[in-house]
């Protein structure tokens, strides 16, 4: 006994692949405007009712017969690159076939209840009705099939190509009204315009590029090899440059087209019409095949707030290979190799994007704030080299973020100055210019203007004027040595102002110990000749601070083998810290000239330097001047802060 099986499709399908499939007017649309150019029309006509009660799509195509439209039309899940091996895959003016399961038709259903066709081919023209109620009957009968009504010949009016009529709206899936419809629909198709022989007007308006919204708002744009984007619209482009269109490793007919671009500030993106546009919207064969795939890249850094745009990969949808689009035709099964190869294509390509986007932001932005404020200009101008970077990079960000009143961002450029100047003092300044990603964040980082600026001036005050006042109270020799050799080993930027922050090592400072160069003993020191001995490091320099007594008649002789000694056991440990080639200096502080200062000064420069490069001898009286003139420079100081006040007044 043979047993037999069948499967059967019922009617009930239709409320999940029609019915309920869709949920937008515009997603509606785009299927009967990809029917159009799959039938080879020129122009489609829409025409939306002013009270929502009707909506009519007309095309100038090649039209149904009867027999197509049974055997096309109606049938759900027609395939027809498969089935027609004449104009299945292409078309007779060689456009690529848009449609491909067979189920788009059935969307008009989401967004109306009655629905009206009428075609013409060849000189015949017919028109039937379709209805959700009655689909709904013939469920509840139980029947095979549902049967359309014949449209009566007086109703049909076309003479060519094919009219869609949709009534008894459901106003709930309209939308915001025509204007958003015309951007939504321009975002759905690449081959809209002249260029391509396809036309799409709404209410007499045609359907443009400009339309998309993106272009207009781009401020950096990145195109494909081989495509040039109409930029007629792209009225604040500032910057372009070309990626390329394909992975190396790639087949030779896989390529990408479109373009990538960044706009100025983030909400430039929020379209209430268009929808968000923060998103990069992917076409195959001139329509939509993926809303957002810079969603599926898991980049989450500041960059990819900025980025919108569009590219055509028509290898996601090549006739030979599986059908990777979901039933709605708005996204792709994401395990499918080639969207797995388009990720890994954008994610490369991005590379370059950001760090593109951040020179070019950070050069327009700071000459935009240099225009609007010259007092801001002769701020940056007026910085070090060294800080000039970090200083560009902060106001480049505080020029860019979304502020609702320029008054505020001038407020931002004061606080920020201030908060620079702040940093400036601690070694700090590239924090803050990193740290600068929203105005949140900002205010996060800055404290008021009363704060920063006493905060400034108290620096100053308590870690200088402390030193000042030390050295003023050394009188004599006695209470000279004491006193610097406390102080000095805590204060090196009186030797070096780059030695502000040195630090100490006590790891090492034990083995310079095993090795005999520290010393507690006073026997051994006093043998030694010396007051005492330091050690620190500072930005991978190695110091070594020697003073000696002040009475101390030293020879050169006797400082450069001491020297060397220090160098060569220092060099000695580091070598074992894989440091092969360490930069240290060697420094002697003392209180009596050596000879060779006056006699033969060449000769004492090249001992120093046989010890290793930077080594040198300083004198007490030296740095009891120094320290003087340092008084005066920072006496000075609230004479260039009173100048820092009038420029921030000034913004």
């Known amino acids: 006994m043979t047993d037999t099986y069948k499967m059967t499709v019922d009617l009930n399908v239709l409320d999940h692949l029609g019915i309920n499939l869709y949920s937008n007017i515009a997603a509606v649309l785009t299927e009967a405007v990809a029917n159009a150019w799959d039938a080879d029309a020129e122009i489609v006509e829409i025409k939306i009712d002013p009270d929502n009660n009707w909506i009519e799509i007309t095309d100038d195509g090649i039209g149904m017969s009867v027999d197509d439209m049974n055997g096309k039309y109606l049938r759900v899940g027609y395939r027809r690159r498969d089935e027609d091996a004449q104009n299945g895959r292409t078309t007779a003016k060689g456009r690529p076939v848009m449609g491909r399961k067979g189920l788009g038709k059935l969307s008009l259903f989401s967004i109306a209840n009655i629905i009206n066709v009428q075609s013409a081919k060849d000189g015949q023209a017919h028109g039937l009705k379709m209805t959700v109620d009655g689909i709904h009957e013939s469920v509840q009968k139980k029947e095979p099939f549902?049967?359309?009504?014949?449209?009566?010949?007086a109703q049909v009016t076309v003479s060519k190509g094919t009219q869609i009529v949709l009534s008894d709206i459901k106003r709930q899936r309209l939308g915001r009204g025509v204007l958003a419809l015309r951007k939504r629909l321009a975002r759905r198709f690449s081959v809209i315009g002249e260029t391509h022989g396809f036309k799409i007007n709404i209410d007499g308006q045609p359907v443009t590029s400009a339309d998309r919204g993106d272009l207009?708002?781009?401020?950096?744009?990145?195109?494909?090899?081989?495509?040039?984007?109409?930029?007629?619209?792209?009225?604040?482009?500032?910057?372009q440059e070309s990626l390329p269109?394909?992975?190396?490793?790639?087949?030779?007919?896989?390529?990408?087209?479109?373009?990538i671009g960044t706009a100025r500030f983030p909400?430039?993106?929020d379209s209430e019409e268009a929808g968000n546009l923060n998103g990069i919207v992917v076409f195959a064969r001139g329509r939509l095949f993926h809303e957002n795939i810079l969603d599926k890249l898991n980049d989450g850094r500041l960059y990819t707030k900025y980025l919108t745009g569009q590219i055509e990969a028509n290898f996601l949808d090549a006739d030979d290979a599986p059908d990777i689009a979901t039933s709605d035709r708005q996204r792709v099964q994401e395990d499918d190799p080639r969207y797995g190869q388009l990720i890994a294509f954008l994610r490369s390509c991005l590379v370059q994007v950001e760090k593109r986007w951040s020179e070019w932001r950070k050069k327009h932005e700071v000459e935009k704030a240099k225009e609007t404020s010259p007092a801001l200009a002769e701020w940056l101008d007026s910085l070090p080299v060294g800080y000039k970077k970090s200083a560009e990079t902060l106001i480049s960000k505080l020029s860019a973020l979304p502020v609702d009143d320029e008054e505020d961002r001038k407020l931002m450029y004061r606080h920020g100055i201030l908060a620079f100047e702040r940093m400036k003092l601690r070694g700090s300044t590239d924090e803050l210019a990193t740290s600068v990603e929203s105005v949140e964040k900002l205010l996060t980082i800055l404290a008021d203007r009363d704060s920063l600026e006493a905060s400034l001036y108290r620096d100053i005050v308590k870690s200088r004027l402390e030193a000042i006042k030390n050295f003023q109270a050394i009188v004599d020799e006695e209470a000279q040595e004491r006193v610097l050799q406390k102080y000095l080993f805590n204060h090196l930027w009186l030797l070096d102002p780059a030695w502000e922050r040195a630090t100490d090592s006590a790891v090492m400072e034990t083995r310079l110990a095993e090795e005999g160069i520290l010393t507690e003993d006073m026997t051994e020191k006093e043998r030694l000749g010396r007051v005492d001995i330091a050690y620190r490091t500072n930005a991978g320099k190695h110091i070594i601070v020697e003073l000696k007594k002040v009475e101390r008649k030293m020879k050169l002789l006797e400082l450069q083998e001491q020297g060397q000694t220090y160098v060569d056991k220092l060099r000695k440990?580091?070598?074992?810290?894989?440091?092969?080639?360490?930069n240290i200096e060697v420094v002697f502080i003392l209180g009596k000239i050596v000879d060779e200062?006056?006699?033969?000064?060449?000769?004492?420069k090249a001992s120093m330097e046989a010890i290793s490069p930077g080594s040198r001898i300083v004198h007490y009286d030296t740095l009891i001047r120094g320290a003087q003139e340092a008084y005066s420079q920072y006496l000075d100081k609230s004479k260039q802060l009173d100048k820092l006040e009038k420029i921030v007044d000034r913004i």
């Open 573 to 582: 440990i580091l070598l074992k810290q894989n440091d092969a080639t360490p």
């Open 267 to 269: 909400k430039q993106l």
């Open 216 to 239: 207009p708002m781009v401020q950096f744009l990145w195109n494909f090899e081989d495509y040039e984007p109409d930029l007629t619209s792209a009225t604040q482009l500032l910057e």
């Open 146 to 153: 549902y049967s359309p009504e014949s449209l009566p010949p």
């Open 597 to 604: 200062e006056a006699s033969n000064p060449d000769r004492l």
């Open 245 to 259: 269109n394909r992975l190396e490793a790639w087949e030779a007919d896989w390529k990408v087209s479109g373009w």
